[in-house]
């Protein structure tokens, strides 16, 4: 005996009904809630700011020392710092941009390291963030004035002292970043600008120390 034509209209209509909750419950169990944007006074905003302002210095050191020697050591790490900063500023620049802050703020550049002494290590470099603020490990204006009129072994020396210095700075605020921002995606660059650029202290070191034996006179 066929089906009643009812019968059939009725259990497509179940099918129908199937097939819709499914897309309805598997649409709810995927859906990603929607993250809200770091706040203005965030250590992701914050930090995104100070290290595009950090960077933008190391890359300006990383520049000059490249005209100032042909060493092939020199020239190589200080490319691959200015290269790999330059990308890493991209990427915060273009998170502020998503996040809809400006790039520039009036509040002092460290504010978002509270409880931090924000400043330099060093009686040279005194320089202040742009945005206010003292910006620590920052070369002084005549610290780059020094490495740009410097040639040879005198600015390879001068380069990896200042970059000592920058990197250690960078390195606290990267730390720092990466224990308090709320961005996974901002705690996953800290993370990887802390171990990268610790090893790059390393390896500058050790450069900086053959370069001073180099002038030391034997006795």
Do not use: C, N
């Not at 009129?149 to 380069?159: D, M, Q, S, W």
Request: net charge neutral.
């Amino acid at each position: 005996m066929r089906p009643r034509p009812v019968v059939i209209v009725a259990l497509g209509v179940l099918l129908a009904l199937g097939v819709v909750a499914g897309l309805l419950v598997g649409a709810r169990l995927g859906a990603v809630p929607v993250r809200q944007a770091p706040p203005e006074a965030s250590v992701d905003v914050g930090f995104a700011r100070a290290m595009q302002a950090h960077h933008d210095q190391a890359v300006q050191m990383a520049t000059l020392v490249r005209k100032g020697t042909a060493d092939p050591e020199i020239g190589s790490i200080a490319l691959d710092i200015a290269l790999t900063q330059q990308h890493q500023s991209g990427q915060m620049y273009a998170w502020l941009e998503q996040w809809g802050h400006p790039q520039r703020s009036a509040a002092p550049a460290m504010s978002w390291m509270k409880g931090h002494d924000h400043s330099s290590s060093s009686g040279a470099s005194e320089q202040t963030g742009a945005t206010g603020g003292r910006m620590p490990g920052m070369a002084s204006r005549a610290d780059l004035a020094a490495l740009e009129a410097a040639g040879g072994t005198e600015a390879e020396r001068l380069f990896l002292r200042l970059m000592i210095e920058h990197h250690e700075a960078g390195v606290q605020m990267a730390a720092y970043a990466a224990d308090h921002a709320q961005e996974p995606a901002v705690r996953r660059l800290a993370r990887s600008m802390t171990q990268a650029q610790q090893a790059e202290i390393t390896v500058l070191q050790d450069l900086l120390e053959v370069r001073e034996r180099r002038t030391t006179p034997q006795g």
